[in-house]
């Protein structure tokens, strides 16, 4: 196995978040709606029907493409890939062939704290196919995805790991967000990969036969179907056999890929210019124009909090994962003036219960300015460290309340009143001779008992600062 080497090429399908279809004014946004009610005469592929471009598709899909640092030429066309197949309803889909909107990008990631980057070979628009259920009866035809949307990018073949490329999609997933043209909810089917994998010898310059497992929804499935198919074309060659170039699809169950087809070459699709639709031009100006509207990608982002705030690498790649997560905890950070604090908040107290709750951020109760509030009471000394995390925190995280009126009903603020906190030290000191005794010895691990009795007195609130001091002046 160690003497070969995997070469993988990655095409990523991404539905593109418009409010409409690619051609046609149907909502596309079919999430948990009833099968077939999200279509018309157009997206049905219906004789005689015309397409529109939607223009919001269009800009969404170069707006990827220039973040993906792809040329961007003035005439773009589409073309129609012919193939019958049930979800199919025109016949064809309507894709890009030899003039697509974007190509020769690149993107630049981590992997394993070091920077790779993979050629973009293009990104092109085209429709989606319908959705097939296969049934014990039969298959049943749901067409509300048909005609939403899609980015095809298609990478070099330079990624020589699965763990290359699962860091290359996941860079995709977040840079795609970033920019705001997919949502890429894999659990809603709106990211999808197709490898294409091949091996060779290290050292070896010459290209094997390329194998095409398609339709992977998943990281993890990306990454078993990767693993598995490098497997068994090692296999194959250390037995002399030839691996055979194939589509193969992914066996979920069992975790391995799986014979479907011999491969279709380009002319298998007769592609020709899709005759409904003008051919698409665009200016040097508008291109400029997208470029501007670029948001801070999500890797320069993560080296702009590790710089600028002084985050681990770890923390600084959690609160990049996705676009909205950035905006809070950066936000919280400014109005608070504490980075280190907003950060500790974010990624251990606010992700965790978000985590656990299966939401996301855009659900929080808690705005920054809620979080900002609560670290500024902490930093004033108003309230403890504890009670900030325990009592204020919850309730925050569970009515939206501002930490200020939750200190102020539950009487939680914290006591400096050295007066009152020498009258609880006292009771402390008197109920306890023994540790007393060993502080007198030199013992002065004894005093952290102490301390923690007087807070426990004070129900959390006394300020354990004036508490230490005041322990060490009685005891003296
Ligand atoms: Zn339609």
Redesign the pocket.
């Known amino acids: 196995m160690t003497q070969y080497e995997p070469i993988i090429g990655l095409e990523i399908h991404a539905q593109i978040n418009t409010r409409?279809?690619m051609?046609?004014?149907?909502d596309n946004d079919s999430f948990r709606k009833e099968p077939n009610v999200?279509?018309?005469?157009?997206?049905?592929g219906f004789p005689g029907t015309l397409p529109t471009v939607n223009k919001e598709a269009y800009l969404k899909g170069l707006k990827a493409a220039v973040a993906l640092n792809c040329n961007i030429p003035l005439f773009s066309k589409f073309d129609r890939k012919n193939y019958f197949y049930p979800d199919l309803p025109k016949g064809y889909q309507i894709s890009q062939y030899d003039k697509p909107v974007s190509a020769n990008g690149y993107i630049d990631f981590e992997v394993d704290g070091r920077m790779k980057r993979v050629g973009i070979t293009r990104l092109h628009l085209e429709d989606d196919a319908g959705k097939l259920t296969h049934e014990a009866g039969g298959t049943l035809c749901d067409y509300n995805r048909?005609?939403t949307p899609l980015m095809e990018i298609v990478s070099d073949p330079e990624i020589y790991s699965t763990k290359e490329a699962s860091a290359y999609a996941r860079e995709m997933q977040k840079i795609l967000r970033y920019v705001g043209s997919s949502d890429c909810d894999m659990e809603k089917g709106m990211m999808r990969f197709d490898i294409n994998i091949s091996i060779r010898k290290k050292g070896e310059t010459k290209f094997g036969t390329k194998v095409e497992v398609k339709n992977l929804n998943s990281f993890r499935f990306l990454e078993k179907a990767l693993e598995y198919e490098f497997k068994r074309q090692v296999e194959a060659l250390e037995s002399g056999e030839v691996v055979v170039q194939e589509t193969r699809g992914f066996d979920v169950k069992n975790e391995v890929t799986v014979s479907q087809r011999t491969k279709e070459e380009a002319q298998d699709y007769r592609y020709f210019p899709e005759p409904d639709l003008p051919p698409m031009t665009i200016t040097a100006e508008d291109i400029e124009k997208l470029k501007r509207e670029i948001p801070e990608l999500p890797l320069s982002r993560k080296q702009r909090f590790v710089s600028e705030y002084g985050l681990a690498q770890e923390d600084a790649r959690q609160l990049t994962e996705a676009p909205e997560l950035s905006d809070f905890f950066e936000e919280a950070a400014k109005i608070s003036g504490n980075p280190k604090s907003a950060n500790a908040f974010t990624t251990t107290v606010l992700l965790k219960h978000l985590n656990e709750d299966q939401v996301g951020i855009t659900q929080s109760k808690i705005t920054p300015a809620m979080l900002a509030e609560l670290i500024k009471l902490i930093d004033s000394g108003e309230i403890s460290n504890n009670v900030a995390k325990g009592e204020v925190f919850e309730e925050m995280y569970k009515e939206g309340t501002p930490p200020s009126a939750i200190v102020e009903r539950k009487g939680l603020k914290q006591v400096s009143d050295t007066g009152l906190i020498e009258g609880l030290c006292n009771k402390v000191i008197e109920e306890n001779p023994e540790a007393v005794e060993d502080i007198k010895n030199g013992k002065d691990r004894a005093i952290g008992s102490l301390i923690g009795k007087v807070m426990q007195l004070s129900k959390g609130q006394a300020n354990p600062g004036i508490v230490a001091d005041t322990i060490k002046k009685l005891i003296k």
């Open positions: 409409t279809k051609f046609c004014s149907c999200n279509t018309c005469p157009i997206c049905m048909s005609g």
